[in-house]
Nanobody
């Protein structure tokens, strides 16, 4: 069993930065990812990193602005040049390292955190 706890959300002006953190307890060999869900919209892939940090992936809308990294069981999402459309609840997700599904597939993740709100004002 893996438990995920996110932190770091908040209110920021457009153009600003935030860093989200997610601590995964229970296993050290999990791929970890960030998804986000805006009001009235589906939960969308943001970024992911493999269990050993060797592979990363980004959604098109955040490429060049967001950076994912990890230190053992803590994954970080550095978000720069934030835009109002980045406003959403950000969820941390985890799956076993043996998964062969693409990082972007929401249903491939077995564990989810409670989410942290990010609000970007214009």
């Amino acid at each position: 069993q893996v438990q995920l706890v996110e932190s770091g959300g908040g209110l920021v002006q457009a153009g600003g930065s935030l860093r989200l953190s997610c601590v995964a307890s229970g296993r050290t060999d999990s791929d970890l990812a960030w998804f986000r869900q805006a009001p009235g919209k589906e939960r969308m892939f943001v970024s992911a990193i493999s269990w050993n940090g060797g592979r990363t992936s980004y959604g098109d809308s955040v490429k060049g602005r967001f950076t994912i990294s990890r230190v053992i069981n803590t994954v970080y999402l550095q978000m720069n040049s934030l835009k109002p459309e980045d406003t959403a609840i950000y969820y941390c997700a985890g799956r076993g390292a043996t998964s062969v599904r693409p990082f972007t597939i929401r249903f491939g993740y077995d564990y989810w955190g409670q989410g942290t709100q990010v609000t970007v004002s214009s």
